[in-house]
């Protein structure tokens, strides 16, 4: 951290107190929390963390927690897109309220959402009364777990995509449509180019916050081992058996994934801003 | 290909952006919409272009109604303000792009595009820029670049908006003197925006000067500028000295002088405005037919050219511009607080409409 | 139905509400639903059962503790993000794009482990653990744990609203107020501060939201003791695991309550702030400097 000194000489005051702060609170907060985990895990030694880390039951939630984000934040790559197109190319009525209303996955408490989507989906809820007869189980399946994902990345692609969007020149599509170009090929060629750096960030955020969840998800899950049980809540479960070390271990294997998807999420977004120059 | 527009009006949300306007442009012009910002010019681009409809009125190409033919299929290359170049797409794909996008019948093959791109790329001077991106090129030569793309689908018309408004002053001289060139080589008939009177002097053949959404007057760069038709054709395209007259008896009379009327202006009695252009005006010292007096306030030399300014007598703030070659001043200099004539060589008169 | 581009670009009207269909329909199901299912719920026993439920003492002492962790909480990571802000857009040094990284990480690090981190420190097997013991403090499974685990999760909001403002600003202004003779405080009161006003309330606002929302980091230091050690969130898992389900709706209502409060303000603060700029969007990575 030492080469955070090098500055250059600036009238503005305050550099040293500020930067100092930061880094203090950034450290103690986080930083020295954090690295306390990779410490513990080293109590295990690497055939220990191995083991714990490749259990069946720890693979099985992997495949779960990997499984239903991947495909929740490819829906919501989808549907997203679509929303965003619709609120920012389209004018109707209460527009501006479903606007502010996109946001509401990060403004909800998850565990309300959680408890909200249960009573949505479970066999007597609202939905899952006319499912179930169908043989379609929603609640405490491994789709349950993809409904709340899909509401709680909801709003990362439309986010990253909106601006974008509203940023393209309507000359472009008009250049397009005078070289002769149709609806179609003006979309594909011209206007989805623009659009794929946003649409592969916001499918990035969307996958990784999923993949951290916790509140939505245990209670429309159901938890069962091996079927509907995500990684976050076998970190919990071996914390109730005391077994800190290897709930540790588990949270270091998700801890390396999710540092992994920051560093692509930071490529996407150094790739939309520098390609093309 | 001729273009006749024909009593096309049109609204935007309220306001009357075009107000019956007809204008034909014969076949292999290129014509200048001159005009200050919001006097409809742009709109009456787009509406030749198919990017916007008339509320009424009709656009012939060669006699046909192509009023509601789309921008698809009008055939019109279109140069925009802000380039509008692909930008994630190279400079070669950028030029190819309107024949790339054609039904695979109507589409060359990769080589044919390739050399009709490499042609175009040569005409422009940029073969060299083929390979890169729109952000690496500098703004004179994304311009020429628009230009070639519109030129790729071999329209019957190019349209070409604002297309020196974001250049600095030397690459826009350039450009300009290029424009002219490249037109006489390719003869296709073409249409410019501009507010930029000198602009549209230079590069165009025939000028259409608009106002508040209506054709003012069309005609070549030295008609317009020598025989304006109107009072707002005459201070828009150059600064002029107004003095005020009344009318009397089928003649106006401005100071000593009596000058004839428009043709069209109303004959018996009224008030009147004549035109001086600042390099229209011989100064005299003696009163016979001079239009003011007044005494010389400043001497400034501005190169080849001497500016004088003459405060008229009791007009305080009524400056007099005078503009001579240098040559000419230094035969009878003059000084400041000097008492002068102000005898016009060439007056126009308007009808001023507060009678 | 209008369109913003001009009219030559538009799909067909039909395929047009297709669109706005699908999207309504869609945004219906996820957004609108679950909202609907919440304050239904609440309500399904009548308003005098909702009541009720809310005015339960260990409802309330929950409403207590969420307002002590987000009142402690937020100001920390206001303070924070102003100073980091200022430290980051202010001037230049190397190692900056890390530096924003790290801010960054909470958002990418899942709240279970932001909850464990804190266990392994402060935790009876962790690092203190020992001498918390000995000197009787509780940090974990008691009020100081829960506020540790909900500024952590809380962490970026403000930092990562401000930057991008602050860095948009540049510095001529804050030059100007010191050629002026303004002191180093003067200056951030006076030019910097009214000129940061919308996006810092819109950090402490989404910040604020998050504070008081946050479950699975504080489910994990918490120990769920009633009355003491719940926070509202976490109350209403424990009585929706009762069956208790008209209560847990009801708290449950609250929490949705907040989020309607918090959508509201944000949209007002966005309209009030629009003339200053455009506000980045929640929960994205903040716009790093160019390199």
């Known amino acids: 951290m030492a080469t955070l000194a090098l500055r250059r000489r600036s009238v503005i005051p305050g550099f040293g107190i500020t930067i100092g702060f930061t880094l203090l609170y950034l450290s103690l907060i986080i930083l020295i929390p954090l690295s306390a985990t990779f410490i513990k895990s080293t109590q295990l030694g690497w055939g220990g963390f191995w083991t714990t880390v490749t259990a069946p039951r720890v693979v099985a939630s992997y495949k779960l927690s990997f499984g239903a984000s991947f495909l929740a934040a490819a829906i919501n790559l989808v549907f997203g897109m679509l929303v965003a197109w619709v609120l920012v190319r389209y004018r109707f009525p209460g527009r501006r309220l479903i606007d502010a209303l996109v946001d509401l996955p990060f403004a909800l408490p998850t565990a309300v959402a959680g408890i909200a989507l249960t009573a949505i989906y479970a066999p007597n809820g609202w939905l899952g009364q006319y499912l179930e007869p169908l043989g379609i189980k929603v609640a405490f399946t491994p789709t349950g777990v993809l409904v709340a994902l899909i509401f709680i990345g909801l709003p990362f692609v439309v986010r990253t995509v909106q601006p974008v969007l509203q940023e393209l020149k309507p000359e472009l599509e008009e250049a397009a449509a005078s070289l002769g170009a149709s609806r179609r090929q003006t979309i594909f060629r011209v206007l989805m180019p623009s659009l794929w750096p946003a649409l592969l960030t916001g499918f990035a955020l969307a996958f990784a916050r999923a993949l951290g969840e916790y509140g939505s998800v245990i209670f429309i899950a159901g938890n069962m081992p091996m079927v509907s049980e995500i990684t976050p809540l076998l970190i919990i479960t071996k914390l109730e058996q005391y077994d800190y070390a290897g709930a540790t271990a588990i949270a270091v294997a998700m801890l390396v994934i999710s540092f992994l998807l920051l560093l692509i999420i930071n490529l996407l977004q150094w790739w939309g801003r520098h390609r093309h120059q | 290909m001729s273009i006749i527009i024909e009593n096309v009006n049109k609204h935007f949300s309220g306001f009357h952006a075009l107000q019956d306007v007809n204008l034909t442009i014969p076949t292999g012009e290129l014509v200048a919409l001159l005009g200050p910002s919001g006097c409809g010019k742009t709109s009456l681009l787009r509406i030749i272009a198919g990017l916007e409809q008339p509320d009424s009125g009709s656009i012939r190409f060669n006699g046909e109604d192509t009023t509601r033919r789309h921008v698809r299929e009008r055939g019109v290359g279109f140069v925009f303000q802000p380039y509008a170049l692909f930008h994630h797409m190279t400079v070669f794909d950028n030029v190819a792009f309107g024949l790339t996008v054609r039904p695979r019948a109507e589409r060359p093959s990769r080589g044919e595009i390739a050399d009709r791109v490499h042609d175009l790329l040569k005409l422009v001077q940029l073969e060299f820029v083929a390979d890169r991106y729109p952000s690496q090129l500098s703004g004179g030569q994304r311009q020429r670049i628009a230009l070639a793309r519109a030129l790729a689908v071999e329209p019957k018309v190019l349209l070409l908006d604002e297309p020196f408004g974001a250049l600095d002053a030397n690459v826009r001289k350039d450009l300009r003197r290029w424009l002219r060139r490249l037109h006489d080589e390719i003869h296709v008939t073409s249409v410019f925006v501009t507010h930029d009177q000198e602009e549209a002097m230079e590069v165009s053949s025939r000028v259409v000067v608009m106002s508040k959404g209506r054709v003012e007057q069309v005609g070549t760069p030295d008609e317009v500028y020598g025989a304006p038709a109107t009072e707002f054709v005459s201070r828009f395209l150059g600064s002029v000295n107004l003095f005020k007259g009344r009318i009397h008896d089928g003649w106006a009379h401005i100071g000593d002088v009596r000058a004839p009327l428009p043709h069209d202006a109303d004959t018996q009695a009224g008030a009147a405005v004549a035109h001086l252009r600042p390099h229209e005006v011989s100064i005299a010292d003696s009163p016979e037919g001079a239009i003011a007096a007044g005494c010389v306030r400043g001497i400034l030399s501005i190169g080849p050219m001497v500016r004088i300014e003459i405060e008229r007598d009791g007009e305080e703030n009524g400056l007099v511009e005078v503009e001579m070659v240098r040559e000419r001043y230094l035969r009878s200099p003059l000084a400041l607080g000097q008492k002068v004539f102000i005898k016009p060589r060439n007056l126009r008169v308007f009808a001023s409409g507060a009678g | ?291």
């Open chain 3, 1 to 291: 139905m209008n369109t913003t581009t001009s009219p030559t670009l538009n799909e067909p009207a039909w395929f047009r509400r297709l669109l706005i269909g699908a999207g309504l329909a869609f945004l219906g199901l996820f957004l609108a639903l679950p909202l609907a299912a919440v304050l239904t719920e609440a309500l399904r026993q009548g308003v005098g059962a909702y009541l009720v439920a809310l005015q339960e003492p260990v409802a309330l002492a929950a409403i207590k503790l969420t307002l002590i962790a987000a009142g402690i909480a937020v100001p920390l990571n206001l303070i924070f993000g102003v100073t980091a802000a200022w430290a980051i857009a202010k001037f230049e040094f190397r190692g900056k794009s890390l530096l924003i990284t790290l801010i960054d990480l909470p958002f990418s690090v899942s709240p279970v482990i932001a909850g464990l981190i804190y266990v392994l420190i402060f935790g009876a097997q962790g690092w203190f653990g020992q001498y918390l013991f000995e000197n009787d403090i509780k940090v974990i499974f008691a009020v100081p744990g829960i506020v540790l685990a909900t500024v952590f999760v809380t962490f970026p909001f403000v930092a990562r609203e401000l930057i991008p403002v602050m860095e948009e600003q540049g510095t001529a202004e804050e030059e100007a107020a010191l050629t002026l003779g303004a002191s180093g405080w003067q200056t951030f009161w006076r030019v910097t501060l009214p000129n940061i006003k919308w996006g810092l309330l819109y950090g402490v606002i989404l910040c604020n939201a998050r504070a008081m929302g946050e479950f699975g980091a504080v489910s994990v230091v918490s120990g769920h003791i009633r009355g003491e050690t719940n926070t509202l969130p976490l109350h209403v898992e424990i009585l929706y695991n009762e069956y208790n389900f008209v209560a847990a709706f009801a708290c449950a209502s609250l929490l949705a309550l907040l989020a309607l409060v918090t959508l509201a303000a944000k949209s007002f603060v966005e309209w009030r702030g629009q003339a200053q700029r455009a506000l980045a969007p929640i929960a994205l990575p903040a716009v790093q400097p160019s390199t």
